[in-house]
């Protein structure tokens, strides 16, 4: 067992995280614990990447835990993770956190000060009828030391920093005991020409094996359309489609932009959390490969 509590395994879509993690899995008796905030769904098979395929006879966990029009939320999140990780290591088996989702990352590696700020419906609905905008320049009003612990790259994410900083204005802050976990992170690096080329690969093999009826599926079971807006990407762009807002070379066009900039987001916010001293150690998917397995004893 190596003598580092946990291997984290990060880095933009489509650079290969699983493959990475379940070879890391296979040498170092581990099971794999993904940090994905949309993977946590049932159903959400295609438009998630989970490649389940991938892990072989691998365990993972924190993969089709929740229901389609669930809010799921960070909260959540640190609470399943400090359970599976619990439960993993009393096996003696070796936890690998692997995903893109920065934010649940950070969740399950620090103190979580404002996951148990309750939602409050009657602000978010306020909130709602404010423009992306107004919401930007409300967030950059906030205090400079509150704005550097927020990911502003979706309005969702500035709307639940208003939210929480309204919330404190009131109320005594609650924090998650610190972990002692000692962990590593390693970063996939991919160069920005190799990512697109990968991202626009995946992006046709997926409409090819049935995105689209994936989300028609998923209407047919209930799930909003806002709902189905509300997890972006994928089911975003094709509800749109199906909706018969866009055609479908305008939609695959537009998904693809948007999942391009969905990984230079990703990129952006694992750059922060190494300001926020996470040290991030960065390689191609073949030096991971071989130099993860002695770093970590």
């Not at 099971?31 to 949309?38: G, Q």
């Not at 290591?89 to 620090?110: D, F, M, V």
């Not at 309204?166 to 390693?186: A, S, V």
Request: proline share 3%; with cysteine; charged share 30%.
């Amino acid at each position: 067992m190596p003598k580092t509590d946990l291997l984290v395994i990060l880095g933009p879509t489509a650079s290969g995280k699983t493959k990475l993690a379940v070879a890391m899995a296979q040498q170092l008796n581990g099971e794999i614990i993904s940090a994905d905030s949309r993977q946590i769904y049932k159903g959400m098979d295609i438009g998630t990447g989970k490649d389940l395929e991938e892990y072989g006879s691998i365990p993972y966990h924190l993969i089709d835990n929740e229901e389609p029009g669930v809010r799921y939320n960070i909260k959540q999140y640190r609470q399943d993770f400090d359970r599976v990780y619990k439960d993993i290591t009393s096996r003696g088996k070796y936890p690998i956190l692997c995903g893109g989702s920065g934010l649940y990352i950070q969740a399950a590696l620090s103190k979580m000060e404002y996951s148990f700020v309750p939602t409050n419906e009657d602000f978010r609905r306020e909130l709602d009828h404010q423009s992306e905008e107004e919401l930007k320049k409300q967030f950059q009003l906030l205090d400079r030391t509150f704005l550097e612990k927020f990911d502003s790259s979706s309005v969702k994410r500035i709307k639940r920093a208003l939210e929480i900083h309204t919330y404190l204005k009131q109320n005594p802050l609650y924090q998650f005991p610190e972990n002692d976990i000692q962990f590593k992170i390693y970063g996939i690096e991919v160069s920005r020409e190799d990512r697109r080329k990968k991202i626009e690969q995946r992006l046709n093999t997926r409409l090819e094996n049935g995105l689209i009826e994936e989300v028609i599926a998923l209407r047919k079971k209930g799930i909003s359309d806002e709902d189905l807006i509300y997890y972006g990407l994928e089911y975003k762009w094709v509800t749109l489609y199906l909706n018969g807002e866009l055609d479908l070379d305008t939609m695959r066009k537009r998904l693809l932009v948007a999942i391009q900039q969905f990984a230079k987001r990703q990129m952006t916010f694992f750059r922060s959390m190494e300001k926020k001293d996470f040290k991030i150690e960065w390689g191609t998917y073949e030096d991971l490969l071989h130099r993860i397995p002695s770093s970590l004893s």
